[in-house]
């Protein structure tokens, strides 16, 4: 089931890197490695306010069991 999440107000788009570890479940130092080894794009606010991560960047992180095994064939 796919949901047309743009165009739903009620969906986050937009991730602190603790909002991100807990939408992925890892730790805040693993979202941090995620930066720094550039699996994880991500965004500075120009206030100093800290990074964002998109959740749509969040999601690629994530493989479903099928993708692999279809991969390893």
């Not at 796919?2 to 991730?15: G, H, I, M, R, S």
């Not at 979202?31 to 994880?40: H, N, T």
């Amino acid at each position: 089931m796919e949901l047309d999440d743009k165009n739903n107000p009620d969906v986050q788009t937009w991730f602190t890197v603790a909002e991100a570890a807990a939408y992925i479940r890892v730790t805040r130092q693993t979202i941090y490695r995620y930066m720094d080894e550039g699996l994880l794009p991500y965004y500075v606010l120009k206030s100093g306010g800290g990074r964002r991560v998109n959740r749509t960047d969040l999601d690629g992180l994530l493989e479903s069991p099928s993708e692999s095994i279809n991969e390893d064939s």
